[in-house]
């Protein structure tokens, strides 16, 4: 980012200060997780989509870190190479890295145009459309490759309205008692996505579980794996309910490793990070749901995996693994302070 374009006079906003500073976490977290996968992969067609997806974190590193320091605003510290250990054996089948990049890039796709829509101060937002754009372009390639390799799950099929139709019953919105009118487009999408986001969760548990020594953090490993799986039951249910196939299980992309090539606090991270995106996705799916019954399963769910989160997050504290975010000046502090 060329600080020439930075706007004379006009200084980082709240929402800026915390989009760049989010999207650095994340970045410096991708970009540990990309130079593993990297350093271990065989598979020659993987290899360069991954390369430059690790050139792309890197390089929305350097311009985040660029705009910082022109603002003379501290860059974080993050995750560094000291958070790999690259002598360890690989904890996931190359495949496992095809399937980062388009989870990465398809929940960055959300989070970047989120964040866009909340920046004014053009350099910024230019940052975060570039984001977009590269994002876009990394998770079209990395879908094209996955058909190639015949593991990518469509969402499903549904045949098309013979017209268009509307709606005459307020029973359109039931779901708890009587009859169920079919699920709509964008319930069915919704629920097809929340089972392709929960089978990556438990994938990348089941590997974090298999190399945490410590027993209190495996067993809370354990317990969001069992977290995702009970959603994957209850969405594959409703489809089913619905006379519609349930997603089929991923492959074993789990090695048998049992040497942590990542540090605690890096794999902390990443789940802290995996809650905050299930709290969200969540939430967006019962807000455009129009069943009862869905909004009141939507609900539990949420309940139950801000609980997680709650604990994940009490973890993370405990073992000072969490770099406090950018806090607006404590008025009150001052104020009691000159007093004195």
């Excluded at 984001?131 to 390639?141: D, Y």
């Excluded at 802290?272 to 709290?279: A, F, G, H, Q, R």
Aim: hydrophobic share 40%; proline share 4%; net charge negative.
């Amino acid at each position: 980012m060329n600080s020439e374009k930075k706007q004379a006079n006009i200084e980082l906003s709240c929402t800026e200060i915390g989009g760049l500073w989010g999207v650095y976490f994340q970045e410096s977290m991708s970009s540990c997780f990309l130079t593993y996968f990297l350093h271990h992969l065989q598979d020659k067609e993987i290899i360069p989509l991954v390369k430059e997806s690790l050139q792309i974190s890197q390089t929305r590193l350097e311009k985040i870190k660029e705009i910082f320091l022109v603002e003379n605003f501290p860059v974080p510290s993050a995750f560094s190479e000291g958070d790999l250990n690259l002598a360890a054996p690989p904890l996931f089948h190359d495949i496992f890295a095809l399937s980062y990049v388009y989870m990465m890039n398809r929940l960055g796709m959300i989070n970047f145009s989120f964040t866009a829509s909340n920046n004014v101060r053009l350099d910024v937002l230019d940052f975060f459309t570039e984001c977009i754009h590269t994002s876009t372009e990394l998770f079209g390639r990395a879908v094209k490759m996955m058909l190639s390799k015949g593991i990518y799950d469509r969402p499903p099929k549904m045949n098309y309205p013979k017209e268009i139709e509307f709606v005459k019953k307020e029973s359109f919105l039931s779901g708890i008692i009587g009859d169920k009118r079919p699920l709509n487009a964008i319930e069915l999408s919704e629920i097809f996505f929340n089972i392709e986001r929960n089978y990556f969760s438990v994938l990348i548990m089941l590997g974090f579980a298999q190399v945490v020594k410590d027993k209190n953090l495996k067993k809370h490993i354990l317990k969001g794996k069992d977290v995702s799986e009970k959603q994957i039951s209850l969405f594959n249910k409703l489809l089913m309910q619905e006379e519609l196939l349930g997603t089929v299980t991923v492959s074993m992309e789990v090695t048998d490793s049992t040497l942590s090539p990542f540090s605690d606090k890096l794999i902390f991270s990443m789940i802290n990070i995996l809650n905050s995106v299930d709290i969200s996705l969540i939430s967006h799916a019962m807000s455009v749901t129009m069943r009862t019954d869905l909004t009141a399963q939507y609900s539990k769910i949420i309940a139950e995996v801000m609980l997680y989160a709650k604990e994940t997050f009490d973890i993370v504290v405990e073992r000072q693994w969490m770099e406090q975010p950018p806090l607006v000046t404590n008025r009150k502090m001052l104020i009691r302070n000159n007093n004195n």
